[in-house]
Nanobody
Framework: QVQLVESGGDSVQAGGSLTLSCTAS????????MGWFRQAPGKKREAVAA????????YYADSMKGRFTVFQDNAKKTVYLQMNSLKPEDTAMYYC????????????????????WGQGTQVTVSS
């Protein structure tokens, strides 16, 4: 059983930055896809970004490219989501997810392909 614990959510002004973190505990393997998703009130959950732990290959939703950066610290089994130039439309609950034993290719934006989920961390961006 893998546990994912997110942190870093906060309330910020538009144009500000935040870095979210997600630590995977109780996982001894060395290959997984770590993804970030978000869900705003009344909207469907959407993929934000992902990173393959073995290769550090990253994936981004088009609307996040250039503003968000996903990176990892394998020694700490932690993945980060650095968010810059935040907009009010980035307001959402952000979730970390893990797909065990594989990379992200082909699945990074498919929430039903992830095995474990964190509890979520709230990001609120005010104008």
């Amino acid at each position: 059983q893998v546990q994912l614990v997110e942190s870093g959510g906060d309330s910020v002004q538009a144009g500000g930055s935040l870095t979210l973190s997600c630590t995977a505990s109780q996982y001894t393997g060395d290959r997984m896809c770590m993804g970030w998703f978000r869900q705003a009130p009344g909207k469907k959950r959407e993929a934000v970004a992902a990173v393959s732990s073995a290769t550090s290959t990253t994936y981004y939703a088009d609307s996040m490219k250039g503003r968000f950066t996903v990176f990892q610290d394998n020694a700490k089994k932690t993945v980060y989501l650095q968010m810059n130039s935040l907009k009010p439309e980035d307001t959402a609950m952000y979730y970390c997810a893990a797909a065990i034993g594989r990379g992200c290719i082909g699945i990074w934006n498919l929430d039903n392909r992830f095995d474990y989920w964190g509890q979520g961390t709230q990001v609120t961006v005010s104008s």
